[in-house]
């Protein structure tokens, strides 16, 4: 089993930044994808941004591509997203996921799952 410890979000201004972070631990002896995920009151959780677990390949939600940065600079198996010029339609709880393929845009190729975070942008 892989446990996924988000930190980070919180409550922040339309325009502020907030950063996310989240690590792997228990069964981590491979390496995984890490991607985040959000899911707003009252609608289905989205794909956010990934990055492939041999950090060669990053990729973005069109709403959020200038405005986040996926890396993964505390080693392997660790994840940050930057959140830079939030939006009101940013507010949702994110999600850090691990999968075993290589760069997956699908949820349902996402084994592991944190807990989530509530970011909260106000107007």
Not at 19 to 27: P, V, Y
Not at 76 to 100: H, I
Request: hydrophobic content about 35%; overall charge neutral; charged content about 20%.
């Amino acid at each position: 089993q892989v446990q996924l410890v988000e930190s980070g979000g919180g409550m922040v201004q339309a325009g502020g930044s907030l950063r996310l972070s989240c690590a792997a631990s228990g069964r981590t002896s491979r390496s995984y994808s890490m991607a985040w995920f959000r899911q707003a009151p009252g609608k289905e959780r989205e794909f956010v941004a990934v990055l492939s677990w041999d950090g060669e390949n990053i990729y973005y939600r069109d709403s959020v591509k200038g405005r986040f940065a996926i890396s993964g600079d505390n080693g392997p198996n660790t994840v940050s997203q930057q959140m830079n010029s939030l939006k009101p339609e940013d507010t949702a709880v994110y999600y850090c996921a691990a999968s075993g393929v290589w760069f997956s845009l699908k949820e349902s190729e996402y084994s592991y799952w944190g807990q989530g975070t509530q970011v909260t942008v106000s107007s």
